[in-house]
């Protein structure tokens, strides 16, 4: 129960095994009405990506074209 201007966080953990866009609405019923409350999350879950700036690694030594 929340008293007028009070606050109270709310912790939440996203973990996907899918790629691709999600939407999740949680609702809250306020008492003693057929009021609720609304909290939407939406995003887009991307796989991994790497970018690398060549001119700042130094490959050392490479073997290449071996058949």
């Given at each position: 129960m929340l008293r007028v201007k009070e606050k109270h966080k709310?912790?939440?953990t996203f973990i996907s095994?899918?790629?691709g866009e999600f939407n999740e609405v949680f609702k809250w019923v306020l008492k003693d009405t057929?009021?609720?409350i609304a909290l939407n999350f939406k995003g887009n879950?991307?796989?991994p990506s790497f970018e690398f700036d060549v001119d700042r690694i130094n490959f050392g030594q490479v073997s290449f074209?071996?058949?």
């Open positions: 709310i912790n939440v095994n899918r790629l057929n009021e609720y879950v991307i796989a074209n071996f058949d």
